[in-house]
Nanobody, 116 residues
Framework: HVQLQESGGGLVQAGGSLRLSCAAS?????????MGWYRQAPGKQRELVAL??????TNYADSVKGRFTISRDNAKKVSLQMNSLKAEDTAVYYC??????????WGQGTQVTVSS
């Protein structure tokens, strides 16, 4: 059974920084294809923020390039360093794990609020 535990959300002023972390539980290290972060703002669809594949290839949304950095702490943990935060980054951020089988797992979500 795979579970994703997220941490690090909160309230920050515009221009500030936050670091999100996501740790996966379960014996799945060898079958992880990619891990990443998505976000959903009120009234909007969930969108990709950043992901990192098993060979450490990264992919970022254009809106966060140069400000956010995703990293793989170990086989089952990823972090998202968010700098120069803007009000439009306010959303619920969800950790995602994609297995080589094609199955997706989601965390419960963590709120990030950026005050302007």
């Amino acid at each position: 059974h795979v579970q994703l535990q997220e941490s690090g959300g909160g309230l920050v002023q515009a221009g500030g920084s936050l670091r999100l972390s996501c740790a996966a539980s379960g014996t799945i290290s060898s079958s992880i294809n990619a891990m990443g972060w998505y976000r959903q703002a009120p009234g909007k669809q969930r969108e990709l923020v950043a992901l990192i594949t098993r060979d450490r290839t990264t992919n970022y949304a254009d809106s966060v390039k140069g400000r956010f950095t995703i990293s793989r702490d170990n086989a089952k943990k990823v972090s998202l360093q968010m700098n120069s935060l803007k009000a439009e980054d306010t959303a619920v951020y969800y950790c995602n794990l994609n297995r080589t089988t094609g199955t997706d797992y989601w965390g419960q979500g963590t709120q990030v609020t950026v005050s302007s």
